[in-house]
């Protein structure tokens, strides 16, 4: 079984654009959920996505959107960029959306860099 | 204010030893803890998972103990090789949280030969 793919793994951008990743979970999975990961800062919380539907958010600005498809795949964007943008942001499914114990797969993740 | 806190400082251990990692939190209800492990540049893997009604959770050379009297979660990996070497994330959910993971930023370890 395919693992969770996020694409691109790495881009550079300016300050002023716009960007949309893409997140394709295990098969079978209906939730998703992004982080952002800085040095130091550790896993934070964007959004998580279960049947197309946002269930849970983080504390984000709105520049940070996202959306799921009836495939379950996910993509967000971060509209705006600014040089605190540049992290590494991380795809997770898990099997059970209902809130429950499942563990969490991972994406390899996607480097953006803001210059 | 509700915070999940681990060692920011790396810990040096000597192969064949064990090593400790410990999770502290505070102003929770936890449901269950999790444990990942992260290597540079990589999402983390999902090692094990406690619940909060369960004293201790083994796999392998793995051992999870979780103690709600101290708000504390330590994990331990014995008989320790180089290859263990990695960042350790523990993950809390709380029924105050919508069932969210909270995350604590990690201990990075590293295993000495």
């Known amino acids: 079984k395919a693992g969770v793919t996020q694409t691109p793994r790495y881009l550079i951008k300016t300050r002023g654009q716009q960007v949309t990743l893409s997140c394709s979970p295990i098969?079978?999975?209906?939730?998703v959920s992004w982080y952002q990961q800085t040095p130091g800062q550790g896993l934070q919380f964007l959004f998580e996505?279960?049947?197309?539907?946002?269930?849970n958010k983080g504390n984000f600005p709105g520049r940070f959107s996202g959306r799921q498809f009836s495939n379950s795949r996910s993509e967000m964007n971060v509209s705006t960029l600014e040089l605190g943008d540049s992290a590494l942001y991380l795809c997770?499914?898990?099997?059970?959306?209902?809130?429950?114990?499942?563990?969490?797969?991972f994406g390899e993740g996607s480097r953006l860099t803001v210059l | 204010s509700q915070k999940i806190e681990q060692n920011s400082e790396a810990l040096n251990i000597q192969e064949g030893k064990t090593a400790t990692l410990t999770c502290n939190y505070t102003?929770?209800?936890?449901?269950?803890l999790q444990w990942y492990r992260q290597d540079p540049g990589r999402g983390p893997v999902f090692l094990l998972l406690?619940?909060?009604n369960e004293k201790e959770k083994r796999k392998e050379r793995l051992k999870v103990t979780f103690d709600t009297t101290l708000k504390q979660s330590l994990f331990h990996i014995t008989a320790s090789q180089p290859a263990d070497s990695a960042t350790y994330l523990c993950?809390?959910?709380?029924?105050?949280?919508?069932?969210?993971?909270?995350w604590g930023a990690g201990t990075k370890l590293i295993i000495k030969p």
């Open positions: 102003n929770y209800s936890p449901a269950y």
């Open positions: 098969s079978g999975h209906r939730s």
């Open positions: 993950a809390l959910v709380s029924l105050d949280s919508n069932y969210q993971l909270i």
């Open positions: 406690i619940r909060e």
């Open positions: 996505y279960f049947s197309e539907t946002q269930r």
């Open positions: 997770a499914s898990r099997l059970d959306g209902t809130g429950v114990t499942g563990e969490l797969f």
